[in-house]
């Protein structure tokens, strides 16, 4: 089976927004075993997106289309949509429910512009949207299937998951593929791949391997294509251990673990509790942790200490120690460590200190130094790193070694 | 003066990265009023090139084309190049002892791929690349012209920068393009819509607009065409005025700001301070301040106060208040802010407690039931929310709200 990914919306060709959707969509596809031949953007405009829905058509059996979608007047792709099936419209009356529904939760009342949402071709069956107003449609015309879907995000999201890939799957023209991701940390991309070139080079001719490399992790995925899924689940099992055998150290965890989830498990597993110390980080280990269901069996809460006096009130850090090695300092990082782990009474901690840029660097301390410390229940780690000169990476790297570094002393202290 | 973007790549159609240099090269022609018509990906495929090269040079002035040129994979754009303008291939001197500087700086030896890139289709101008080896090419045929460029960002950056803009400034085929947005919130697309719809309908024909929603805002983008940038510039700051007084109070900036860094614009002109107490938003405001540059200035920082004990112990809420409303609750909400600023000693503060879910919920208090606290100067205000219930959504929710409730109080207090 063979896609094509429209996209519809002047934002995207003006710059002013980056075409993730495409991406995700591309790569669920993949993941499905559908091939995507070309990804096209174009302008809200009427003879444009009929002339790509017509290229789309003649080359390839599933076309996905996203924006244009919404309750306002620049959204033009239901009328194309109307014209290219030749069909008219009508009121979907379980649309125009969940619009009522939606709404009236929010204690918004309806107007027109709302109850047009309900709108659909005729030609369509409706795809229910979870999570926002706007339906999905889909289209069958001459053996190619076309889907309709609105550009925010999560919304294309809910309706790929809950309806596009549960039904192309009952179609039952996909090819059975299996995935298994294996997340690896603390080494980079060419001397990984270094280091797996026999394993690489001897796998089996229906298994894919692909480095997706992400700040500071690499992502490597192993995809099977094939006839029987169980043949395919075994195959790629047994990569996977002896890929286990080969980095042993560098393997964090396995498809949708983050590092965060993964520490929150084990300080789970000893009914144990962290709280965090950030400076540099200024909250984003606290947020990663909370972001995953059901961390507050495990985080306490922590401390963003982004000025001085904030260390020295809530954390204890001494006046003297930030005078003697200023803020950026093993010193100050280990009175935060220890200040939180007392203050918020728990069994671990985390500190972070340091120049997330772009200004505040010196000669000895340049924008990118980092002190990173983990308090453990026997013992306390800290140590310095220098990252390079941009703010958000800077933020996303620190708390990713931190929270690695924490993961660390937690499978030390289970052996 | 129109163009299509052409990316060359099967990492794009797997959905392996994500094409952020199409969203750059967008941006930067629209800046120079160059319109940009389509974008479109293709796979490392001969036949597809050509029929893209094609089909762009039939709709389009400009063609950009970036990807398919690199040490390794160099070959397959150069030759559809070569096959498109039939022409043959040369070794460029120039190119060649650029390699050659570059690589030796770096103590690698030229080999037979690093050599071949300075190979050239003759029907091109050599682009110089002054961040790495693959030169930029220039083709002109029949009045359009293509630009093929490597698809490492930024090197395609300094191509465009210092050969592909100044090369078309000069042409003198440029028209103009002034695009503003005014960022909008707290008020849903439809409503807006149905409050804009006079002045909308009034706007002359020159000036597009685009809602572009995104969580709890709205994005207006107002493009102007035209010949003087002067005049488009009048028009839309005239349009933007209109707007402006029809929905003064939903207005909170405009183009790239955020509502955090103008919130901390307005506490940096009076020389406050602000720290926050997060329970449900669980570090995410504080994040949303420390990501901006210089924030230092007035965030002085926070208590993640994931649970009770911590919303005890460092914010001094009292056992008796949770006990008797909950730690989801108007109370709690209330200590929480007085106790956060006075633990940091600021002059403002936010406080959030609420059910992010999936978890937690009850018939009272459902998952999405978020109580949100302010305290400015002379007045503390507290308000209750009650979002939807996808744990990742009412965080961003909650934050974008807290923050816009302290935007409100700054505003007002200026007043």
Same mark, same amino acid.
């Given at each position: ?95 125009? *429910?969940? %619009?009522?529904? =939606? !709404?009236? $939760? ?8 709302? #109850? ?38 999560y ?6 998951? *809950?309806? %596009?890939?549960? =039904? !192309?799957? $009952? ?8 995935? #298994?991701t294996?997340l690896v940390y603390g ?27 992400n700040q500071l992790m690499v992502r ?6 094939? *006839? ?24 964090f965890g396995y498809n949708d673990d983050t590092i965060s989830a993964i520490t929150g498990k084990l300080l789970q597993r000893?009914?144990s509790t962290i709280s965090v110390a950030e400076s540099c980080t200024g909250g984003n280990i606290a947020h990663r942790y909370t972001e995953v269901p059901g961390s507050s069996a495990y985080f306490k809460g922590g401390v963003v200490a982004y ?26 990082a280990?009175?935060m460590v220890?200040?939180v782990r007392?203050?918020l009474?728990t069994d671990y901690a985390i500190a972070t200190t340091g120049?997330a ?13 980092v002190w990173i410390a983990i308090a453990g229940?026997?013992?306390?780690q800290?140590e310095?790193f220098?990252f390079?000169?941009n703010r958000e990476r800077n933020i996303e790297r620190s708390t990713q070694t931190a929270l690695n570094m924490l993961r660390q002393l937690l499978l030390?202290?289970?052996?």
């Amino acid at each position: 089976m063979k896609a094509e990914i429209i996209t519809i919306g002047d934002e995207i060709l003006i710059g002013q927004i980056v075409d993730t959707n495409s991406a995700w969509m591309a790569e669920q596809l993949n993941l499905n075993g559908i091939e995507v031949f070309q990804i096209t953007s174009v302008h809200d405009d009427h003879g444009h997106i009929m002339k790509a829905l017509f290229d789309a058509e003649s080359r390839t059996d599933l076309v996905l289309i996203t924006g244009g979608l919404g309750p306002t007047k620049d959204d033009i792709t239901k009328k194309c949509l109307c014209d290219y099936f030749q069909c008219g419209m009508h009121r979907d009356q379980k649309t125009l *429910e969940s %619009v009522v529904e =939606r !709404l009236s $939760k929010r204690n918004i009342t309806i107007n027109r512009l709302n #109850q047009d949402q309900a709108l659909v071709p005729d030609a369509c069956t409706v795809l229910q949207n979870s999570n926002g107003t706007a339906p999905g449609m889909w289209f069958e015309k001459n053996e190619t299937i076309f889907v309709s879907m609105p550009g925010v995000p999560y919304e294309m999201m809910g309706i790929m998951e *809950e309806e %596009v890939l549960p =039904r !192309l799957r $009952k179609s039952g023209k996909l090819r059975s593929i299996y995935h #298994q991701t294996v997340l690896v940390y603390g080494i980079g991309e060419s001397m990984l791949a270094e280091q797996l070139e026999t394993w690489e080079n001897a796998l089996p001719q229906f298994i894919k391997l692909a480095y997706l490399p992400n700040q500071l992790m690499v992502r490597l995925r192993l995809s099977a294509y094939g *006839e029987s899924m169980d043949l395919l689940k075994q195959a790629v099992d047994e990569q996977i251990k002896e890929l286990e055998s080969i980095i042993p150290d560098h393997i964090f965890g396995y498809n949708d673990d983050t590092i965060s989830a993964i520490t929150g498990k084990l300080l789970q597993r000893t009914g144990s509790t962290i709280s965090v110390a950030e400076s540099c980080t200024g909250g984003n280990i606290a947020h990663r942790y909370t972001e995953v269901p059901g961390s507050s069996a495990y985080f306490k809460g922590g401390v963003v200490a982004y000025s001085n006096e904030v260390k020295m009130a809530l954390l204890g850090v001494k006046a003297e120690t930030l005078k003697a090695h200023g803020a950026v300092s093993r010193e100050v990082a280990l009175e935060m460590v220890q200040g939180v782990r007392k203050a918020l009474d728990t069994d671990y901690a985390i500190a972070t200190t340091g120049i997330a840029g772009p200004d505040g660097g010196t000669a000895e301390k340049p924008v990118g130094t980092v002190w990173i410390a983990i308090a453990g229940k026997n013992e306390t780690q800290v140590e310095c790193f220098r990252f390079l000169n941009n703010r958000e990476r800077n933020i996303e790297r620190s708390t990713q070694t931190a929270l690695n570094m924490l993961r660390q002393l937690l499978l030390a202290e289970l052996k």
